[in-house]
């Protein structure tokens, strides 16, 4: 028996052996490809990018994966104690298995056995921070293996906040939220430090499987996880009892996130800030790299432009007539369902989608398109308005050959056609019909001593198209082009004075010949710089350009950054080439703030994921700026190290003359501000164009109307009648609150009177008089010079009003007649 008993022992010790010799190559082999878990010190998630407004209002998210990484120390205690009652309530006190939990499913699983339930797992929070990291998601014996080696070296390496913290930053949530500070914001549109108690319970019951417990598809299975949640904290300890029950009977809640642009009325804006952030970091930053950019959108500006914008294309647009509904569908049955499945115009809320039920001489019956819960499901309840004769009049006139014109209701719509409505007052059943307008148009506003855009118009609506016009789109500025060759003519010895002949004028070149005309025909005869920009003449524009050389010309729109590279001809004196509003707006923005160079941004500061900041706009310097307490010191001074790109003296009297265009010119009546105003109108060829751009002493902004394949868009539809107004409406309410202030007059100007059509001295009781600013060493004329013209004797009426007109003299332009 003794001798037995030895053999079996010697037998079971072999085999002990041999066990523990295979077990020791297997882990060798296992271990030998573990992956290097220290990695996770320098842990570095793709984190959402944040776009937040000048005042720091959030616009835009955008991230591949939602996450906002969360140091352990900003997450709730409540939070945490979610997570460690549905994951692993023994977390803090097992080295990174728990062999109790691991039993325990052991036995579960058992019981189970060939029930068809699904095998309960045990993995902690470690493991599963081994898994997500460094492992496949492999059903396998050696992932598990590896996991619980990783695992036990993980908790030698880190602590346990440490630990905590990569879980719930890393973790995903299901529609594409990753972290806890994603869930927050995608599922209850919350920080974590305001969830409740059951939104946080529903929070930590998703890593099991985001899938089975969708807030909308499988509500039931979410509750019921949610409640289990719940009942795992109150018996842990982490919540009282009655708190929990209170929370149980809590409806789940979700309010989904919105995607795309957070703040109204910025879409254009903020698509603007990611095609640029991407062009300067790359794709790779913009959507993993958790930048926090903090542009220059003013909210209450950018409202005012969109509100400006849309009013002058919707009025264009009704003046043409009703070019029929969105679509057609049936009406028997539940209207509601095809109704519901037509997208609106998500950034124009004030606009519904309805289906028109019936028709009548006195009005038009309307369903309105109903809601769409959560899971995609229509909501019963059918709401209906009516339209009233007078809320669809401008409807009456057809836009398409296809139907003629009426005098009511009955022939403009029918039962079953999708239109656009808008409700007349908010809550009410009375509504106007409305329909997206094919006129476009772009605005800018812009800061013109800094340069930063506080507001961007990039046409009626992202949702109708994305294109932004105030940017991408290439037109004719028309007119609008003139002050910069007035401006190289006032650098080079012109004056606001000079006289230049208004007359026919023709050039011959290469067998061609080229006549261009005034807007509306006809001509002055001789006219000063100044009644030449007021009445914006074409035929003086051309003389003057030809008098001073194209090259002249061009080399100063590209040094405003009109355009790259002008094609020096004359043609481009009167605004045929084509530019961006963008740079338009920047370039008027030198005449506003004396001649200085600026940068247009829409983008202030970005700051890595870490805090430092990688770009400001500003490079002003001051070296006073940061002392660290006042001790009497003078003020400290900034350094505008921009460049002088325009003599200030010639600035102001730009400025001046566009005054005049505001007060008496092709602007006259369509600008009120309550403070000094300045700008210029533009229209190009067959009115395909209508442009302003203006200023006042602080704030710059441009304006186009067209439609975006240039047609024109009929007689009369200039930049004084279509763009001005919209200027004039934006103005208003983007300087209600802002005091006025003056524009800056150099110093050294003299201001003398002189006559507004010979440009000569004045006396005093001489009429047709006005002041008109001067550089030093330059003044009115003593006799009457015209250029451009060859043996031109001056009416009579010249002569007997002005005294000082008695000796003609003329200064030919190469024999322009």
């Known amino acids: ?30 271990t030998k490809d573990l992956p290097n878990y220290e990695v996770l010190a320098s842990y570095s998630p793709p984190v959402t990018t944040r776009i937040h407004a000048g005042n720091g209002a959030l616009v835009a998210e955008y991230a591949r994966e939602r996450r906002l990484f969360l140091p352990i120390q900003a997450i709730p205690d409540r939070v945490k104690a979610a997570f460690l009652s549905a994951e692993d309530k023994n977390f803090y006190n097992h080295p990174g298995v728990d062999i109790y939990g691991l039993g325990r499913a052991i036995l579960v699983n058992l019981q189970n056995f060939g029930s068809g339930r699904r095998p309960v797992g045990a993995s902690t929070i470690t493991q599963q921070v081994a898994k997500n990291f460094l492992l496949s998601s492999d059903q396998t014996m050696d992932r598990k293996i590896k996991e619980a080696i990783l695992s036990f070296r993980i908790e030698q390496t880190y602590s346990k906040d440490k630990i905590l913290e990569l879980y719930l ?16 914001l995608t599922y209850f549109d919350k920080s974590v430090t305001e969830l409740t108690i059951a939104e946080t319970a529903y929070l930590a019951a998703l890593p099991k499987g985001p899938n089975n417990y969708h807030p909308f598809r499988r509500e039931a299975a979410a509750l019921e996880r949610r409640n289990w949640v719940i009942d795992r904290m109150v018996e842990n300890g982490f919540v009282e009892k009655e708190e929990g029950e209170e929370a149980k009977k809590q409806p789940l809640g979700v309010n989904l996130r919105r995607s795309g642009s957070s703040l ?36 209450q500006m950018q409202i005012a432009a969109r509100k400006a914008l849309q009013s002058a294309l919707l009025t264009y647009d009704q003046r043409r007539g009703f070019r029929g509904p969105i679509k ?21 809320p004030e606009w519904k989608v309805a289906v028109v039920l019936d028709v009548a001489a006195d009005g038009v019956d309307i ?24 809320n669809m009049e401008w ?13 009511s209701p009955v022939g403009v719509l029918n039962p079953g056609d999708v239109v656009y409505v808008e409700a007349l007052e908010e809550g009410g059943s009375a509504y106007r019909l409305r329909q997206p307008p094919k006129v476009q148009g772009g605005l800018v506003a812009m800061d013109p001593h800094t340069g930063r855009v506080l507001a961007l118009a990039g046409g009626f609506s992202y949702s109708q198209s994305e294109f932004n016009r105030a940017t991408q789109a290439m037109r004719q500025p028309g007119s609008s082009f003139k002050p910069f060759v007035y401006a190289a003519a006032l650098d080079t010895g012109y004056t606001p004075a000079s006289v230049i002949m208004d007359a026919p004028v023709e050039f011959v070149s290469g067998g061609q010949v080229w006549r261009p005309q005034n807007y509306g025909g006809g001509s002055a005869g001789p006219q000063t710089l100044r009644l030449g920009i007021e009445k914006s003449r074409n035929l003086m524009t051309v003389r003057l350009a030809n008098d001073m050389g194209m090259n002249l010309v061009a080399e100063y729109a590209e040094r405003f950054g009109i355009y790259d590279k002008m094609n020096p001809v004359l043609a481009m004196s009167l605004g045929s080439g084509e530019t961006t509003v963008m740079r338009m707006v920047s370039a008027y923005a030198v005449f506003a703030n004396g001649g200085k160079q600026i940068k247009p941004t829409l983008i202030d500061r970005i700051q890595d994921r870490h805090g430092k900041t990688i770009f400001r706009h500003e490079d002003r310097i ?4 940061n002392a660290e307490r006042f001790n009497g010191q003078e003020e400290p001074l900034v350094v505008d190290n921009r460049q002088q790109v325009l003599d200030p003296m010639t600035a102001y009297q730009i400025t001046s003359m566009m005054e005049g265009v505001v007060t008496r010119g092709t602007a006259a009546g369509k600008i009120k501000l309550d403070r000094p105003v300045a700008g210029k109108t533009g229209t190009s060829n067959e009115e395909k164009d209508a442009w302003f751009v203006g200023y006042t002493p602080d704030l710059v902004a441009g304006v186009y109307i067209g439609f975006d394949t240039p047609a024109p868009m009929g007689r009369g539809s200039t930049g004084g009648s279509l763009a001005a107004p919209v200027f004039n409406e934006f103005m208003q309410m983007a300087t209600a609150n802002t005091p006025p202030g003056q524009f800056f007059v150099p110093a050294g100007m003299s201001f003398i009177p002189v006559n507004r059509t010979t440009g000569m001295f004045a006396y005093e009781g001489e009429p047709d008089t006005i002041i008109e600013a001067f550089k030093p060493g330059t003044g009115p004329a003593d006799s009457l010079s015209i250029i451009g013209m060859d043996g031109y004797a001056p009416p009579e009426e010249i002569l007997r009003d002005s005294p000082q007109a008695n000796q003609a003299v003329t200064s030919g332009s190469g024999g322009l007649f």
């Open 1 to 30: 028996m003794i001798r037995l008993i030895g053999y079996l022992f010697g037998l079971a010790s072999v085999l002990a052996l041999g066990v523990a010799a295979v077990v020791a190559v297997y882990l060798n082999g296992v």
């Open 169 to 184: 930053n890393e973790i995903f949530f299901g529609l594409n939220a990753y972290g806890i500070a994603g869930a927050a």
């Open 264 to 299: 109204f009325a910025s879409d254009y804006f903020a698509e603007e800030v990611r095609r640029q952030i991407i062009e300067k970091y790359g794709d790779k930053a913009l959507y993993e790299g958790g930048l926090s950019v903090r542009t220059s959108l003013d909210p």
């Open 328 to 348: 057609q569908i049936p009406l028997e049955g539940d209207w509601g369902v095809p109704l519901a499945d037509i997208p609106a115009l998500a950034d124009v």
């Open 367 to 390: 369903g309105l398109q109903p809601a769409k819960e959560g899971g995609g499901k229509v909501v019963a309840e059918r709401a209906r308005g009516r339209i009233a004769p007078d």
């Open 395 to 407: 409807a009456y006139r057809s836009a398409t050959a296809d139907r003629k014109s009426t005098k």
């Open 622 to 625: 001051c070296e006073a700026c």
